[in-house]
Nanobody
Framework: QVQLVESGGGLVQPGGSLRLSCAASGFTFSSSLMSWYRQAPGKERELVARISSTAWTTDYADSVKGRFTISRDNAKNTVYLQMNSLKPEDTAVYYC??????????WGQGTQVTVSS
């Protein structure tokens, strides 16, 4: 079955860095658009970054441009989110999403990122 397993979240001080990973299985990862979303308490889930199947194209939310980098390793079926210069407002549950061929999509279970001193 399709699985997306996020890891790498945790507590970090403002200005710090974290790298999130999302390990995929059960589908053709190399043909899928992959995205990271986040949801803060009391707020709607929002797109953070996405990367095309070949990694040629990436998009970022304005709030994270220049600080976050999305990447993927199709040989390892894994997508990453490198987060630098973290701010308290980056605190949220971060979710990995796969947009598979023919319209199917799947979500991971999420990983908590807390930015606090």
């Amino acid at each position: 079955q399709v699985q997306l397993v996020e890891s790498g979240g945790g507590l970090v001080q403002p200005g710090g860095s974290l790298r999130l990973s999302c390990a995929a299985s059960g589908f053709t990862f190399s043909s899928s658009l992959m995205s990271w979303y986040r949801q803060a308490p009391g707020k709607e889930r929002e797109l953070v970054a996405r990367i095309s199947s070949t990694a040629w194209t990436t998009d970022y939310a304005d709030s994270v441009k220049g600080r976050f980098t999305i990447s993927r390793d199709n040989a390892k079926n894994t997508v990453y989110l490198q987060m630098n210069s973290l701010k308290p407002e980056d605190t949220a549950v971060y979710y990995c999403k796969a947009n598979r061929p023919y319209g199917a999509e799947n979500w991971g279970q999420g990983t908590q990122v807390t930015v606090s001193s």
